[in-house]
């Protein structure tokens, strides 16, 4: 068997052992400590924000951003319709109920049109059978495979009926928008280290602001909400969602690297666009209008009725018999067992880039060899 190529797996830069060693030799092994306060500095230097908080995960700076604007029971959060289910499950946490918003076609991320008309559907009572007119609590846009979705057309409309935006940049850190970093357009900015990410902490998440406010509720709620007393004391549920101090160590040594790892993975989309971009039936997501893409990871979309009925499905099998991991597009929330009957506003888009999308393997650490190998996989399928 040939050696297995993974989707993304990590790719350590040679510092994390370094800071992890300096934990164990000051004993800093607690969800706090040196290089906790370190890779926050360095957050908050990447991301251009004031305030940086790390966490255990994404799904709990989401979980806690949420809670800082005051998602409750009953309320309507609008969230992208195409993307991980992180990003609308805390919703779920607090009995708020999701709202989903399709793609459009330039960046396969929440539509501007769509995200008006869900708003508009929420404050006139349409949206559901029982005609609760209510505006919505806040809205969660993605930068979905580290391609920015048109943040300045969304915090428009955002600002226009001031409803505050949780940006989701899990894929994106890296990425910019108008030269400004994904993350840094929302009231509050989220990130993820998770084993998979374009760089890791094995687990880990981050949440970032300008607003000093809500990262100190953040921080406090965090870690078990804790009064200020001698003994424990708590008028508040927390939970206990800190990053600890070793895997900080790990992020620190991986945001060294993260501009080397953003320029392979482009070259890595580079590599696979020129090598296939020009196949009968296939396409790649050019890179948007004012727009730089950490490209997390490639996707590949395959129109079937231009390709003699290969489908990504063939494709995604006859690289697997290759030993190479692909994976499909994400699918999406409206069509999850779990939200659908949640309301959403679109055309289906966000089901056929499923439909039609895979993504190939795209880590740093590929060779030109490994690509050139899942690049001859993906012919095969066309050839023969
Ligand atoms: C990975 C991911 C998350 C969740 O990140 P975790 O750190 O694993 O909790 C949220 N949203 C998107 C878009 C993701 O890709």
Not at 21 to 27: I, L, P, R, Y
Not at 101 to 125: F, H, R
Not at 204 to 231: C, M, W
Request: hydrophobic share 35%; with cysteine; proline share 5%.
């Amino acid at each position: 068997m040939k050696e297995k190529i993974w989707l993304s797996p990590p790719h350590m830069g040679g510092k994390e052992q370094k800071y992890i060693n300096e934990a164990f030799e000051t004993n800093w092994i607690a969800p706090l400590g040196p290089n906790v306060d370190g890779m926050e500095s360095d957050l908050i230097r990447i991301t251009e924000k004031k305030y940086a908080l790390t966490l255990n995960s994404a799904t709990s700076a989401i979980h806690l951003a949420l809670i800082i604007l005051g998602v409750k029971q009953g309320d309507y959060v609008i969230c992208q319709d195409f993307t991980f289910c992180a990003s609308a499950n805390p919703i779920v946490y607090l009995g708020a109920s999701p709202v989903f918003v399709d793609s459009e076609k330039d960046t396969w991320n929440m539509s501007p049109a769509y995200l008006e008309q869900s708003i508009l559907a929420c404050m006139n009572g349409t949206i559901d059978g029982n005609g609760k007119a209510q505006k919505p609590k806040a809205i969660i846009p993605v930068h979905l495979y580290g391609v920015p979705a048109k943040m300045d057309e969304i915090m428009a409309i955002a600002h226009k009926y001031e409803i505050p935006v949780i940006e989701d940049a899990a894929e994106a850190i890296g990425s910019t928008f108008l030269n400004k970093p994904c993350g840094s357009f929302g009231e509050l900015g989220v990130l993820s280290f998770n084993g998979n990410k374009i760089i890791t902490t094995s687990a880990g998440g981050a949440l970032v602001s300008d607003n000093e406010k809500y990262i100190k509720h953040a921080r406090f709620l965090s870690t078990q909400a804790r009064d200020q007393a001698p003994h424990y004391q708590h008028s508040q549920v927390g939970y206990n969602y800190r990053m600890s101090n070793i895997n900080a160590g790990i992020g620190r040594g991986q945001l060294e690297v993260l501009q080397d790892r953003v320029l392979k993975r482009r070259q890595n989309f580079e590599f696979y666009k020129q090598k296939l971009g020009d196949i009968k039936g296939f396409q790649f997501l050019e890179e948007p209008k004012n727009a730089f893409s950490n490209r997390w990871l490639t996707c590949l979309l395959v129109n079937p009725s231009e390709t003699n009925g290969v489908d990504r499905e063939v494709i995604r099998l006859a690289l697997e018999k290759e030993n190479i991991e692909s994976r499909p597009l994400w699918k999406p929330m409206h069509l999850q067992p779990i939200y659908e009957n949640s309301p959403y506003f679109g055309e289906g888009f966000s089901a056929e880039l499923f439909e039609k999308g895979l993504c190939l393997p795209s880590g740093s650490n590929l060779s030109d060899e490994d690509l050139q190998r899942v690049v001859n996989a993906v012919l095969g399928c066309i050839q023969d």
